[in-house]
């Protein structure tokens, strides 16, 4: 038995796929770019018209939620509406609301007794799954208006009245460049940026690290000045969230401070870029560090130190001005890389773009099985209790350097094996698990094809969609194991683990008896050398194929990647050295992003020296770093350290608690920011911008011992390796340790 809500929601265009509206809803409405509440019973969707003309309209909503049973709801005073959903599932009672105070009121009372229930905590999320809605129907990443705003100020703490906001440099949606400048006053100021927003009307604001620092940061300088950031669609203010939320990325979660403004999204390319380095080259995500290292640097891009923007100001304004210009030209530029696969997965997700961006990847298959059981009229599951489960096989088969050398991969493993051996959650009963997945999958497809047949802008948008498709294929998997999804199952994730190990032990054995040499396993992808007879790129690709034949029907081993060598050290760590001489670090002990820069740089040209049989460069190269610490020839960039503010921080680190404490008042900085800092001779952190060739040489010198262990397993004894790389001191005499020969200086190229 259904609602007739729930009857409508299943309608689909004829000669539809049904498999469209699991994954994008049944809903076909085009051009929304935002939903918000509009009163306790209403939504307003904002909708892109002809031209860039954004109308408002509203639409009834219900508030909702999932029970395991109904009478406590049923004797509510707010007496909610009760649907009995078709399935025996445990949460098989549609609870709707008559008014979002009534639904905050239930769920209160519901977690005070005990009571067993779901409810998505965001009322445009619960609009848009009962709804069948998504946004950005019908449109491209191109068709959505972006700004770009970045701040500059006389310090970080916004409470303090001598840190002024001094400047505002914008980038509207029509490529328009604004630079804002402190003349009268800042109340001045803040009120000509709002004139600048509304009149720009963007669907989405971006900036870098903007959630934690810029707009916080106006936020509160608004309120010194008694100014209301009135950037909302309907004339409300910014609204800074309370406390943190957090930021999945990978395996780690991040803090943030969550801020909204009503119907515009916000999305920090702070935030993207470190999705979009799935690979981990990149070794900072500032803004000038990661448009440098993604080689997108623009020529004459204008750069200020932080510590220098307030002598700038007052020295050399135009530059900050160019600096600040340059700044949302590059977040433009790293938002046009690395969002639109956040804004194609809102075209199949029911969340705004904002919490797409935000929200990790268990959660958006969880929005995807609710709505598809929910437009069917079923019940759902409840969550399994978190239990551990194998993970995927990493083996170090071969340390030292090794040329040249192959990688291939398994595409897309898990869900590859899902598909093939129909490995699904137990929980599924209307099997819309595995559709959606196999869709998915030919839809990526389907779009790579058309990516390589394309160009321009055309080719972006192809780009973007498969990129999509990707990151939400590779949840599948991970979503069987996610302590927080309804339709978890770790006996099914345990099958698809150990079928993953069995696959590639297998692309394993048949490397070694076709006479290649493994090197390292990881999960999906095995390095190698190559057998003598493969030379060539085309007669690699034919070797893989060769080794792939006979793997399971769905299993893809494919080519990816080629290098002049590689530097194996450790499991999960090593150096790539490409064939055009770049070379990659693997491995956060090689390429740790606080590890001092002149040491970053000495195990980058260590290792280089290593994967060409060099080895004596690579001794002199650290004697050589060894001299300048001693001799105090490095600046303080280059042996700074630095760390992100947060309580957590300040607890592990008292050294790092006391330098924040003695900084002066204009200096303090909030929680989330970055300190720079260095050890002075008496064992006391300081400033770098406070530098006074004061550093602790000792200090240095051990740490560049400690850098040096990175390379001990290319060594055969302790002894080999101790003699290569002698512990320096303040006394050593450099030049008697430099002539000590190490006790056999063997080729490290078999």
């Known amino acids: 038995m259904m609602d007739a809500h729930l009857s409508r929601s299943l309608t689909v265009s004829d000669g539809a796929d049904p498999t469209d509206a699991l994954l994008y809803g049944c809903d076909s409405t085009p051009g929304i770019v935002a939903v918000e509440p509009a009163g306790p019973d209403r939504v307003r969707l904002f909708r892109r018209g002809a031209g ?5 309209d509203e639409d009834a909503f219900e508030p909702w939620l999932l029970a395991a049973r109904p009478e406590p709801w049923a004797a509510l005073r707010s007496r909610p509406a009760i649907v009995r959903l078709d399935g025996e599932h445990p949460l098989r009672y549609l609870v709707r609301f008559g008014s979002w105070p009534a639904f905050t009121d239930a769920a209160q009372a519901g977690r005070d007794a005990g009571e067993t229930f779901f409810r998505f905590r965001s009322p445009v999320e619960q609009y848009l799954v009962r709804s069948g809605r998504t946004l950005f129907k019908g449109m491209v990443f191109d068709d959505v208006r972006r700004l770009q705003l970045d701040i500059e100020t006389l310090g970080f703490d916004p409470t303090l009245s001598a840190n002024q906001l001094i400047v505002v440099a914008l980038r509207t949606p029509d490529g328009d460049e604004e630079v804002l400048t402190l003349e009268s006053s800042e109340e001045e100021l803040l009120r000509r940026l709002n004139q600048c927003i509304l009149a720009a009307d963007p669907d989405v604001i971006e900036g870098h690290n903007i959630f934690n620092f810029d707009l916080p940061f106006l936020a509160a300088r608004a309120a010194r000045c008694g100014v209301t950031l009135a950037w909302g669609r309907d004339g409300s203010p910014v609204r800074i969230g ?7 990325v990978a395996a780690l979660t991040l803090p943030y401070t969550p801020v909204y403004v009503y119907g515009r999204h916000i999305v920090d390319t702070y935030q993207q870029i470190q999705r979009y380095d799935t690979g981990g080259k990149l070794s900072s995500y500032g803004l000038k560090s990661a448009v440098e290292e993604l080689g997108l640097t623009r020529t004459g891009r204008e750069f200020v130190p932080g510590e220098r923007i307030r002598d700038v100001w007052t020295t050399d304004r135009d530059r900050l001005l160019r600096y600040a210009l340059d700044d949302v030209r590059d977040v433009d530029t790293l938002s046009r890389l690395a969002t639109p696969t956040e804004f194609y997965q809102t075209q199949l997700l029911p969340r705004s773009f904002q919490a797409v961006a935000t929200g990790g990847p268990g959660e958006k298959i969880n929005d995807l099985m609710v709505r598809a059981y929910l437009m069917r009229g079923h019940g759902v599951p409840t969550a399994q209790p978190a239990r551990e489960y194998p993970g ?19 595409e897309s493993l898990y869900p590859s094996i899902m598909l093939a051996a129909g490995i699904t959650s137990a929980s599924d009963t209307l099997e ?65 683990t150990l079928e993953g190990q069995r696959i590639v032990k297998v692309v394993v054995e048949r490397l070694r008896a076709t006479g290649a040499t493994p090197i390292e396993v990881d999960t999906d992808g095995v390095y190698f050398v190559p057998p003598p007879s493969v030379t060539t790129e085309t007669e690699e690709q034919a070797y893989v194929e060769r080794v792939a034949e006979g793997l399971p029907t769905g299993i893809r081993l494919a080519h990816d990647g080629r290098y002049a060598g590689m530097l194996s050290l450790r499991l999960k760590t090593y150096a790539l050295l490409d064939h055009d001489g770049t070379m990659l670090l693997k491995g956060s002990s090689l390429r740790s992003r606080r590890m001092e820069p002149c040491f970053r740089e000495f195990l980058r040209e260590a290792a280089r020296h290593f994967l060409r049989d060099d080895r004596a460069a690579a ?132």
């Open 392 to 410: 995927g096989h990493a083996e170090l088969l071969e340390v030292g350097a090794f040329a040249p050398v192959v990688k291939c991969d398994v």
């Open 52 to 56: 860039s003309d954004t109308q408002a």
């Open 242 to 248: 309370q406390g943190q939320a957090r930021f999945k």
């Open 432 to 496: 819309a698990y595995l559709p959606m997945l196999a869709d998915l999958t030919r839809r990526r497809l389907e779009a790579k094809v058309r990516s390589r047949a394309t160009a321009g802008a055309e080719r972006a948008m192809w780009e973007g969609m498969q990129a999509s498709f990707k990151v939400l294929i590779n949840s599948f998997y991970g979503y069987l194991g996610y302590g927080g999804a309804l339709f978890n199952d770790y006996d099914a994730a345990r099958r698809v």
């Open 619 to 750: 001794r002199e190269a650290y004697f050589a770093l060894g001299e300048r610490i001693r001799s105090r020839d490095l600046s303080v960039r280059e042996f700074g350290q630095w760390g992100m503010l947060n309580e957590e921080t300040l607890v592990k680190q008292p050294r790092l608690k006391r330098l924040v404490d003695r900084l002066p008042r204009h200096l303090v900085v909030r929680s989330g920011e970055r300190l720079e800092f260095y050890e002075r001779q008496d064992g006391g952190l300081a400033l770098t911008s406070e530098y006074a060739g004061d550093e602790n040489i000792g200090y240095l010198l051990r740490r560049l011992r400690d850098v040096a262990e990175r390379f001990r397993a290319l060594f055969a004894s302790d002894a080999e390796f101790d003699a290569f790389f002698p512990a320096l001191t303040a006394r050593t005499d450099l030049a008697a340790a430099r002539s000590q020969r190490a006790s056999e200086q063997l080729s490290l190229f078999g």
